[in-house]
C-alpha cells in the first residue's frame, strides 16, 4: 500500500494522487494548503526506513539535489527526514513526457535526440560543477516537459545513486552495480571510483538509443550476465551503418562510449560543445540541401532554445504527462 492515499496531509500539503514508484521510493502530487501550488513529494521506500545508513545516504543525496540550480534539473524546494526514518523530498511538479515513454511511441530526428542530448549535458554540467555525479542518466530519467506553445525543455531527474562528494562517507562510493547496467560504464558495473566520466558513458549510451530507435544491446537486456560482458568488451554498431547517419556523428556517440574513461570527453562541457558544434552542422546540411533530415509525424517540439523545427508536442494522458 502507498504511503499515503488521496486527501492525506503532510507537512500542509494536500496528497492529490499517486504518481509512480521505483526501488528508489514513491511519487506523489500534491499541493499546499491555501495557495493550491503544485509540487511533486518523494519518499523513500518502507523497507529502508529502519537502515541509518540508507537514510543518511538519501539525505546526502536530497541535498546534493537541493544545491543545483539550473534549468534542466529538477527543482528540488524541500527536503527532511521523519521520525521514523522516512526522507522526503519536494520538487517542482513536471508537466510532460519521460525521454524512455516518447521512445515507445515514436522515433525521433537527429536534430531532436542531439538537442536533447545538449539540454541534458547541460544539466549534468551543474550537477559536476556542485560535486554531484549522478550515476544513472538513462531516457527514463530525462523529462520532456511542456514549457509551453512549440515549446520544450529537459529536466535531469532522480539523483538517487548520486555521488555528492561534499558528503563525504554518507553517500555511496564505488558500490558495484549501483545504476542502471544498461546505460552503466564498464568501471561503474565492476565497482570505479565515481567520475564525470560516468555519466558522459550514459548520456552517450542514451544518444545511441535516441538515434536509433532501439538500445544497442537490445538483445541481451535481459541477461545480465552478457549485458555486463557487453559494456565492457562490445562497442555499439555505427549508426552510420544501423540508421544511414553521417559517419561525423559516429565519431561523436563513440568518443561518449569510449570502454576507457581516458578516451571519452574529459568533462561533461566539452561534450555539450561537441554536441553543440554537430547538431549546428547538421541544421546547416539541411538548410544548404545537401542533406533531408526527416521529422517523423507526431514528433515534440525540439527542446531548446534553437529550435530549427515548430513542432505540436502531442497531447497524452494525464498519467503520462504529470510527473
Known amino acids: 500500500m502507498p504511503t499515503f492515499q488521496p486527501g492525506d496531509v503532510f507537512h500542509h500539503r494536500r496528497v492529490e494522487r ?9 511519487v506523489f502530487a500534491v499541493r499546499t494548503l491555501g495557495t493550491g501550488e503544485p509540487f511533486a513529494l518523494k519518499v523513500m521506500p518502507l523497507a529502508d526506513r529502519s537502515s541509518v545508513a540508507k537514510v543518511q545516504r538519501s539525505l546526502a543525496t536530497a541535498r546534493g539535489a537541493f544545491g543545483i540550480d539550473h534549468p534542466n534539473v529538477v527543482k528540488v524546494y524541500d527536503l527532511g527526514c521523519e521520525p521514523d526514518g522516512m526522507v522526503y523530498v519536494l520538487t ?15 522515433r525521433v530526428s537527429a536534430v531532436f535526440a542531439l538537442s536533447v542530448a545538449i539540454e541534458a549535458a547541460r544539466g549534468l554540467t551543474a550537477a559536476h560543477q556542485a560535486l554531484v555525479v549522478h550515476r544513472d542518466v538513462k531516457p527514463s530519467n530525462l523529462f520532456l516537459v511542456n514549457a509551453g506553445p512549440h515549446r520544450t525543455l529537459v529536466k535531469l531527474l532522480d539523483f538517487s545513486t548520486a555521488k555528492v562528494f561534499p558528503e563525504g562517507v554518507e553517500t555511496t562510493s564505488g558500490r558495484a552495480g549501483l545504476g542502471t547496467p544498461a546505460y552503466m560504464a564498464p568501471e561503474q558495473l565492476y565497482g570505479g571510483t565515481p ?6 558513458y550514459g548520456l552517450g549510451m542514451t544518444l545511441w538509443e535516441l538515434l536509433a530507435g532501439w538500445h544497442p544491446f537490445y538483445a541481451v537486456l535481459a541477461d545480465p550476465i ?21 559517419p561525423r556523428i559516429d565519431d561523436v556517440v563513440r568518443r561518449a562510449i569510449a570502454k576507457p574513461p581516458a578516451a571519452r570527453y574529459r568533462t561533461m562541457l566539452e561534450m555539450e560543445h561537441a554536441l553543440v558544434t554537430l ?11 545537401r ?5 517523423p509525424a507526431g514528433q515534440p517540439a525540439i527542446p531548446g532554445e534553437t529550435n530549427p523545427y515548430e513542432i505540436q508536442a502531442p497531447t497524452h494522458t494525464e498519467k ?3 510527473r
Do not use: K, T, Y
Open 18 to 26: 499517486f504518481l509512480a514508484a521505483s526501488a528508489h521510493g514513491e
Open 92 to 106: 517542482e511538479l513536471l508537466h510532460g513526457c519521460s525521454i524512455a515513454a516518447l521512445l515507445q511511441w515514436n
Open 195 to 200: 567520475h564525470a566520466g560516468m555519466d558522459v
Open 226 to 246: 552478457a549485458l555486463r560482458a557487453h559494456q565492457r568488451d562490445v562497442m555499439p554498431p555505427l549508426l552510420s551503418e544501423v540508421s544511414g547517419l553521417s
Open 279 to 289: 547538431r549546428a552542422w547538421l541544421v546547416e546540411e539541411e538548410r544548404a540541401g
Open 291 to 295: 542533406a533531408m533530415l526527416v521529422v
Open 320 to 322: 503520462e504527462r504529470s
